[in-house]
């Protein structure tokens, strides 16, 4: 079994920054691709950013130049920094792997989420 534990969210003002952090464990013996994604009331889960094993990054358009992937391969550990944060990154945030198990099976997994409100 495999488990990611996300942590980090919280309430921020506009402009403000909140670090998550999403720990992975388990039957792991490859941990792929992570990214975060997340899910606002009413809209549909959108992609925010992703990382390859090697350390390569995508993002989102709306996050571009303000946010950060980032993760530590020996900690089995994704961050995402969030910077000059805006009330439309209000959502619930969470954290996806793509993983290979010492059974040999792949697996794609998720956080539980956590909820980052921007508000004054």
């Known amino acids: 079994q495999v488990q990611l534990v996300e942590s980090g969210g919280g309430l921020v003002q506009p402009g403000g920054s909140l670090r998550l952090s999403c720990a992975a464990s388990?039957?792991?013996?490859?941990?792929?691709?992570m990214a975060w994604y997340r899910q606002a009331p009413g809209n549909e889960r959108e992609l925010v950013a992703t990382?390859?094993?090697?350390?390569?990054?995508n993002y989102a358009d709306s996050v571009k130049g303000r946010f950060t992937i980032s993760r530590d391969n020996a900690k089995k550990t994704v961050y995402l920094q969030m910077n000059s944060l805006k009330p439309e990154d209000t959502a619930v945030h969470y954290c996806?792997?793509?993983?290979?198990?010492?059974?040999?099976?792949?697996?794609?997994?998720w956080g539980q989420g956590t909820l980052v409100t921007v508000s004054s």
């Open positions: 996806n792997a793509r993983v290979i198990t010492f059974s040999i099976r792949r697996l794609e997994v």
């Open positions: 388990g039957n792991i013996m490859r941990l792929n691709d």
């Open positions: 990382i390859t094993s090697d350390g390569t990054t």
